[in-house]
């Protein structure tokens, strides 16, 4: 015998709000919100994969232990005063030698390193017999901080690149920030259900399937019958069916 769904003081005037707020809702709609906020859902839809996972903290956690999100690298970091100033929002680095372009110290830095390491002697990787042109980028201030104060000898930095990107972050937190920040895009349960361009990432998928059935739907309706407030949209959901 499926045991009686209950719904609480919390989520009948969390209920209330959302009807209040979207007055055309259907069923299917209303439960899905409840479903969302019962589980604390929080959707996610990772582009790249084109796969939509249960929440942030899952997927994340998911690319962590693949090793798909972020990656120790080693930086040299130059003696001397470098091209870069409290203004510079963008750096780019040679990864043999630590030389470093700022973006507002030089007319053209993407092109100044291109040039830097292809011709740089430290450079010793070939790739068709040619000097492969391979450098970091960073748009963190605390990477891009190391580079302002002048150094009296070269110092090696452990930093942390994004496996999305290649950019350069300080820390794995500013990566993982930057992430969630700039590569998910947060979604609704019904945003979920609705769409058909997307994988849904295969545990979600198991979950949304349990409890979108008629029996879990009929379940939810007993129990807001249990509440007087919900009548008006019960009779409406009634009359249409």
């Known amino acids: 015998m499926a045991t009686a769904l209950t719904i609480t003081a919390e989520q009948k005037s969390d209920l209330l709000k959302f009807l209040k707020k979207n007055r055309g809702a259907d069923l299917v709609t209303i439960y899905l919100a409840f479903i969302e906020e019962k589980h604390d859902l929080r959707p996610v839809l990772f582009p790249r994969e084109k796969t939509i996972y249960q929440s942030a903290a899952d997927l994340i956690s998911r690319l962590e232990a693949q090793g798909k999100l972020w990656r120790e690298t080693e930086i040299t970091i130059q003696f001397g005063q470098q091209s870069v100033n409290e203004a510079t929002k963008k750096i780019y680095i040679c990864p043999f030698t630590g030389k470093v372009y700022g973006d507002n110290t030089h007319p053209n830095p993407q092109d100044a390193i ?3 390491v292809s ?3 430290e450079n010793k990787e070939r790739v068709g017999g040619l000097p492969v042109k391979r450098f970091f980028v960073s748009e963190d201030p605390e990477v891009i901080k190391n580079y302002i104060s002048e150094r009296k000898a070269s110092i090696k930095k452990v930093v942390y690149s994004s496996a999305v ?3 350069l972050f300080n820390s794995k937190a500013a990566v993982i920030e930057d992430f969630k920040k ?8 019904l945003e979920v259900q609705n769409q058909n361009r997307y994988q ?3 545990n979600f998928l198991g979950f949304i399937q349990k409890h979108l059935t008629e029996e879990k739907i009929a379940q939810f309706v007993e129990a807001l019958a249990e509440h007087v407030e919900f009548e008006p949209w019960l009779e409406k959901w009634v009359e249409k069916d």
């Open 114 to 116: 291109y040039d830097w």
């Open 119 to 121: 011709k740089c002697p």
């Open 165 to 167: 990107t290649g950019k």
């Open 182 to 189: 700039n590569h998910i895009k947060p979604l609704t349960l």
């Open 200 to 202: 849904i990432e295969e």
